[in-house]
């Protein structure tokens, strides 16, 4: 396992931070949330002069094995399809990251089909698919760590080229079987609560579901997180468990998407819970564990739509959130600057 460095975000500019948010010319904690997130941005960038350079969102897609076993409403075909869809500029993704001038790269992580060529693509292939964790682990450990570092060098590439907000979504039908196994044996919740209906399955599908995953669980013992990501995990997942801590140890703005990003940084934050100062949850999935899994991270997500899409699409939605707090304690005037009288003492 590589070594991160990630350092807790220190509190010396906090003070200097929460003065300059309240001299603008607004009620005290009248931009509510949005005060939270210029102060946060500011301890992660330890400058009270916040900047957006570049913000990326990486898409991992990857096949799961497990998807053999009935766990989706969709055929593990759907993810090389979208894949193609991606790199056509037809999905979500394209049209939120382009509305909101976000770069957008997708990564062949594990994807059972092979790709075209295309400058978005960036392939990285472990295996085409996992295998399947019925009857076996999904991965061995030494794709694991290719798959980690792999993670963590395209964080890395990011950084290098000055971009510093970047966010992870995942492609890769049966990834909410992965995320809710890596969730239960990590939490101890259980499966009947980490588990939900995915792309779509109707209660008898999803009986069926939980029923896989409890005959999965029981085949393997874990005893660490990264036990639990090699035995249950995924490609992609695992690649998003490098990408949050290399972004972390970068103190880059990272923005956390729906269930499966959660589940890829629950991995991460259990190696190093200093991750989490680093992350702002853009939404509350309607997958049904998310909502437990964020407050396993005592998480409060920016927004509440009720989607349930993956492919970083909650990341773009809520980043015009994020630009407002960097503008209004970027562009606002303070008090004095605008001749405008502070409150009554
Ligand atoms: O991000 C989420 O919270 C989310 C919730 C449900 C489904 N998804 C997406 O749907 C796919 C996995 O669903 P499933 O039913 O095949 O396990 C995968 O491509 C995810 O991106 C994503
Ligand atoms: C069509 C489709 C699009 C997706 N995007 C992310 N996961 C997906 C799953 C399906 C089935």
């Known amino acids: ?43 992660i960038q330890q400058s009270l002069t916040l900047t957006l350079v570049n913000p990326t969102v990486l898409v991992f897609a990857a096949d799961h094995g497990l998807a053999d076993a009935g766990v989706s409403a969709y055929p593990q075909s759907v993810t090389a399809q979208m894949v193609v869809n991606f790199l056509n500029g037809g999905a979500a993704i394209n049209v939120f990251t382009s509305q909101h001038g976000l770069e957008l790269f997708i990564v062949d992580a594990g994807v059972n089909a092979d790709l075209p060529s295309h400058p978005q693509l960036i392939s990285a292939k472990i295996a085409k698919s996992t295998r399947n964790c019925l009857t076996e682990p999904a991965m061995t450990p030494m794709q694991m760590l290719q798959a980690i570092n792999t993670g963590a060098n395209l964080v890395q590439q990011q950084h290098n080229r000055a971009c510093n907000c970047i966010g992870f979504g995942e492609m890769g039908i049966g990834n909410t079987s992965s995320a809710a196994l890596i969730m239960h044996k990590l939490t101890g919740i259980g499966l009947e609560q980490c588990a939900g209906l995915g792309t779509g399955l109707n209660q008898q599908q999803f009986n069926h579901k939980l029923s896989v995953l409890q005959q999965v ?3 393997h013992l874990v005893n660490t997180p990264l036990d639990a990501l090699s035995h249950v995990g995924g490609f992609e997942i695992a690649m998003m468990v490098g990408a949050f801590l290399r972004a972390a140890e970068c103190r880059m703005v990272t923005i956390v998407d729906g269930f499966i990003a959660s ?40 927004l509440q739509l009720n989607m349930r899409l993956g ?17 209004f304690l970027t562009q606002m005037a303070s008090f004095s600057d605008a001749g405008v009288a502070e409150k009554l003492t």
């Open 217 to 219: 669980s029981a085949q």
């Open 263 to 302: 589940a890829a940084l629950l991995v991460a934050s259990r190696i190093k819970p200093e991750v989490l100062d680093y992350c702002i949850f853009s939404h509350v999935s309607d997958e049904q564990g998310h909502a437990l899994l964020l407050r396993e991270f005592n998480a409060n997500a920016l």
């Open 311 to 327: 492919e970083g699409s909650g990341i773009a939605v809520c980043y015009p959130l994020i630009q407002s707090a960097v503008n």
């Open 1 to 43: 396992m590589p070594e991160f460095n990630i350092k807790a975000l220190n509190s010396e500019l906090r003070s200097a931070l929460q003065a300059k948010i309240d001299q603008k010319t607004k009620p005290l904690g009248a931009l509510g949330r949005l005060e939270d997130l210029a102060l946060q941005i500011g301890l």
